[in-house]
């Protein structure tokens, strides 16, 4: 009776825990625009049934070249999201300025081309990005992005690492350039102090310091206009930044770890004379300045499983090794019209995606054999799934449904497939599992033979184009209390 009365205890703090985290979480982020929650999502959807889909997101940065926005993971004060989801755009001849951030990035390039410089082992790095390139940023890394297409805005998406964050917001970000706005962190000296570091006088340092009130995205040159600050330095050849900046830079900074396997000296001074006195170098004919990570494209790579009804892709530490510093893993889905990823389980890591393309349903299941979530998601929305929890996505019949995401685990997640001809069902068929089912050995063969296909399985119950998904779960508290009545079999 004690064993009882301990796992409902359990179920309750478990379930207030979780239904705080989502109240606080709609505190925290009330700005809308990041999900398809609301009336705006159109899906017929009742408050609270949508758990798993991330509805809230904020603009962190907003200016006239781009602006950045942050979908926060599910979490709260008692429990915390492993990531949040950021996306990027930026307008044509733009620049991310110079900055570190206190949580470490992975990027996808979803469209446009991109130029990023990170610092690697006290170098500057310079990598040219295109569609389909990942690359991963440490947490304190400077760095800076700009859009080199043509007439085309730049489109990335990135997990954010909330492990390293100070924890006063989403993530925090400390400008090494700025002015009025954004404020370098250089702007907090003591004026004298500053000027004494610098060797200049206190109005050559208000110049530095001043002159940039665009915000955190700027143009290289503003439209009709002579080429701005940052185009010309770019621009610049390689002797004449570096002579540029030497009239400029004398601060020296102390050591600063940027990977517990790397361990450089690094200074505000070497930042900038790297940044603005390498970025003239040309690089190899892929473009590429100094020794660091490479890019890594998914679209380049084969499909690790493909059939008739779509492909799918996983990346983990063995395929691109900065993955590992974060213990992060990424993939890729495409589903044709009308397609399931067939029902499974991940046993090594909770799962965030985001909708590229298409429109699909998620559906997922507690523990108990509820149904948790049966909603209806479209291009630009982020869902996660919790580790153990069984789950499927299935494409609309309008079209094919692509999404991309991130893992908690850079190791083979090996997800455990519960239908399908390479289902653990199959796997484990035999007389003790026909006698858990109730069957006859023959009849749960004939059953499990039917069908053929694996992984990606062609759905003939799928949705209609327009049709709302099916009724949907009982709201979640609800849900848990049930559990208690059915069994008490949380597995939380």
């Not at 410089?117 to 400077?142: C, P, Q, W």
């Not at 109005?203 to 009130?213: A, C, F, K």
Request: proline share 5%; glycine share 12%.
């Amino acid at each position: 009776m004690w064993k009882t009365k301990a796992l409902f205890m359990l179920a309750l703090v478990v379930c207030f825990s979780l239904a705080a985290a989502a109240n606080e979480q709609e505190e925290e982020w009330g700005e809308g625009g990041g999900g398809s929650g609301g009336e705006e999502g159109g899906s017929g959807r009742r408050e609270g049934e949508d758990l798993f889909v991330l509805q809230e997101s904020k603009h962190v940065v907003k200016t006239d070249a781009g602006f950045m926005k942050v979908v926060k993971g599910f979490g709260g004060k008692l429990i915390k999201s492993p990531m949040h989801i950021g996306f990027i755009t930026m307008e044509p001849r733009s620049l991310f300025i110079p900055q570190y951030m206190d949580s470490s990035l992975i990027l996808f390039v979803r469209r446009g081309e991109a130029k990023i410089g990170t610092i690697y082992k006290d170098e500057l790095v310079e990598r040219s990005l295109k569609m389909g390139d990942i690359y991963r940023i440490s947490a304190g890394s400077a760095f800076y992005l700009v859009n080199t297409g043509e007439g085309q805005r730049l489109h990335v998406v990135c997990s954010i690492d909330t492990s390293d964050s100070l924890g006063w917001h989403t993530f925090q970000s400390f400008y090494v350039a700025g002015g009025t706005y954004p404020r370098s962190v250089l702007s907090g000296f003591d004026p004298l102090t500053l000027s004494t570091a610098f060797n200049v006088s206190e109005g050559e340092l208000s110049e530095l310091l001043t002159g940039q009130n665009k915000g955190p995205i700027v143009y290289l040159s503003e439209p009709h206009s002579k080429p701005g600050m940052w185009s010309k330095f770019l621009d610049m050849e390689q002797d004449q930044k570096l002579a540029h900046m030497k009239r400029i830079v004398r601060v020296r900074g102390g050591d600063f770890d940027q990977e517990e396997e790397v361990k450089p000296t690094w200074s505000f001074r070497k930042l900038l004379i790297s940044l603005f006195g390498n970025a003239g170098k040309r690089g190899d004919k892929r473009g590429r300045v100094g020794k660091g990570p490479d890019s890594y494209n998914i679209y380049d790579r084969k499909p690790d499983y493909k059939n008739d009804y779509g492909w799918s892709i996983a990346l983990d530490e063995h395929d691109y090794s900065p993955l590992k510093h974060d213990d992060f893993g990424v993939y890729l889905v495409n589903l044709t019209a009308g397609s399931m990823m067939a029902p499974h389980v991940n046993p090594r890591a909770t799962e965030y995606g985001i909708v590229l393309s298409g429109v699909g349903t998620i559906q997922i299941v507690y523990p108990n054999g509820s149904l948790a979530m049966n909603a209806k998601v479209k291009e630009g929305d982020v869902f996660w799934i919790p580790r153990y929890f069984p789950f499927c996505q299935i494409a609309s019949r309008a079209g094919s449904f692509e999404f991309f995401g991130f893992t908690t685990s850079a190791r083979d997640n090996r997800p455990q497939f519960l239908a399908g001809a390479n289902s653990l069902l199959n796997t484990m068929r035999g007389p003790e599992f026909a006698a858990a089912f109730g069957l006859t050995g023959d009849r749960l063969a004939e059953i499990l033979d039917s069908q053929r296909e694996s992984v990606i399985l062609p759905s003939a119950a799928v949705s209609p184009p327009g049709e709302s998904p099916s009724e949907q779960a009982p709201k979640f508290m609800a849900e848990v209390f049930d559990s208690y009545g059915n069994d008490m079999v949380m597995g939380f």
